[in-house]
């Protein structure tokens, strides 16, 4: 069996990734853009990394933070010169991890 999805953001890559570890269905993203990501990527301008939308992944929900936490997990930081070769990516958010580079 496969399942079409649409849309290669934060909500259809993880729909995909859940099905392929928990089913036997197969899925197929289909992605409007040349790159995945949806609002929450970075991408590139003429040199420069922007955010499109949030610059640190948050949920409320702490199943949820650990879903990504797993996949990319926190980069350790200990000063803000780490912090600009830090991947925004990395720079996730929650109550219950030290992730706060600023706070070293
Ligand atoms: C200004 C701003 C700031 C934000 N700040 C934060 C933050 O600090 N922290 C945080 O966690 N979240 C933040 N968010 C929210 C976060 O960006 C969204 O919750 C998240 O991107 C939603 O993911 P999504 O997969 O549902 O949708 P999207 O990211 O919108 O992805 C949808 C994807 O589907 C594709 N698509 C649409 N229609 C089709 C189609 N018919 N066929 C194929 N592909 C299609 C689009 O091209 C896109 O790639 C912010 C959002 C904005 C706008």
């Known amino acids: 069996m496969i399942a079409v999805i649409a849309g290669a953001g934060p909500a259809g890559l993880t729909a995909a990734l859940e099905l392929l570890r928990r089913s036997d269905v197969t899925p197929i993203v289909f992605e409007a853009d040349s790159l995945v990501g949806g609002i929450s990527k970075t991408v590139?301008?003429?040199?420069?990394?922007?955010?499109?939308?949030?610059?640190?992944?948050?949920?409320?929900?702490?199943?949820?933070?650990?879903?990504?936490q797993d996949i990319l997990p926190v980069a350790r930081s200990n000063s803000h010169r780490d912090m600009a070769t830090c991947e925004p990516s990395c720079c996730m958010?929650?109550?219950?991890v030290n992730s706060n580079p600023l706070a070293a």
């Open 44 to 68: 590139n301008h003429a040199g420069n990394r922007m955010d499109l939308g949030g610059h640190r992944f948050f949920s409320k929900s702490d199943w949820v933070m650990k879903w990504w």
């Open 93 to 96: 958010r929650s109550k219950d």
